[in-house]
């Protein structure tokens, strides 16, 4: 299974160990170093396909060393998403020019982060073109039409494959049945939207045989919610 892979450069034990967590959990392999001679180790013999890289560190700052990988070939096109303090850095920043891809004020939540590195692995063409979409223990093969839970295969209808697909790729956020209609079967289609609650059900059944049925939460009044948080 191709995972993309992030570098994390931060200093802070408490905050590193939360973005290795967060990288985890949204189905994104990880390697942590703590300064900038760290990391180059790292970027040295491995490729990561993003950094997320923490201004203020010890010896060579983040920013600093973001312009040195920029003059490099090799490295200037690896995406990077700086993290800042609010205040002082974060104008300098924005000021800059710095060759950052992205930047991402502390403190932030971890849907904030996975939203942002989703955005700029989308940018540089990472994400597209992927065959596989992974999310926690999810995984949706596009190329091969699998769908499964860690090792387990769901048995899935091409259109309850297809909503999955859409679900995985915009989690956390809340859809109407029409959203989810122009969406998943397209608005040339006229199909009821009670037809919706039929393929949830469905979708929600497989699920549940794995039990993971409150991956599909229903938002009274409004519609449907994919998330792999409660
Ligand atoms: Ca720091």
Not at 26 to 53: N, R, V
Not at 73 to 80: F, K, S
Not at 115 to 130: D, H, N, T, Y
Request: hydrophobic content about 40%; aromatic content about 6%.
């Amino acid at each position: 299974m191709s995972r993309l892979n992030i570098l994390v450069v931060e200093d802070e034990d408490a905050i590193r160990a939360m973005l290795v967590m967060v990288l985890e959990q949204a189905g994104f392999k990880s390697i942590a170093a703590t300064d900038a001679e760290d990391a180059q180790k790292i970027l040295d013999d491995s490729s990561p396909d993003l950094i997320l890289l923490d201004w203020m560190l010890p010896g060579i700052s983040g920013v600093e060393w973001l312009r040195r990988l920029k003059k490099e070939p090799m490295y200037r096109d690896v995406p990077i998403i700086l993290l800042t303090a609010r205040g002082e850095e974060e104008d300098k920043v924005r000021g800059l020019g710095c060759g950052a891809d992205d930047y991402i004020t502390k403190p932030f939540s971890p849907k904030e982060l996975v939203a942002r590195i989703r955005a700029v692995l989308r940018r540089s063409g990472k994400i597209q073109g992927l065959a596989q979409i992974a999310l926690g223990d999810l995984v949706l093969d596009t190329e091969q039409h699998r769908l499964s839970i860690g090792d387990k295969q769901l048995e899935v209808s091409p259109t309850e494959f297809r909503l999955m697909q859409f679900f995985m790729t915009h989690p956390d956020k809340v859809y109407s049945r029409t959203q989810l209609l122009d969406q998943v079967w397209g608005r040339s289609v006229y199909i009821e939207e009670r037809t919706i609650d039929v393929h949830i059900r469905r979708l929600r059944k497989i699920l549940s045989e794995h039990g993971r049925e409150d991956l599909v939460q229903t938002v009274r009044g409004f519609g449907y919610r994919f998330s792999l948080i409660d």
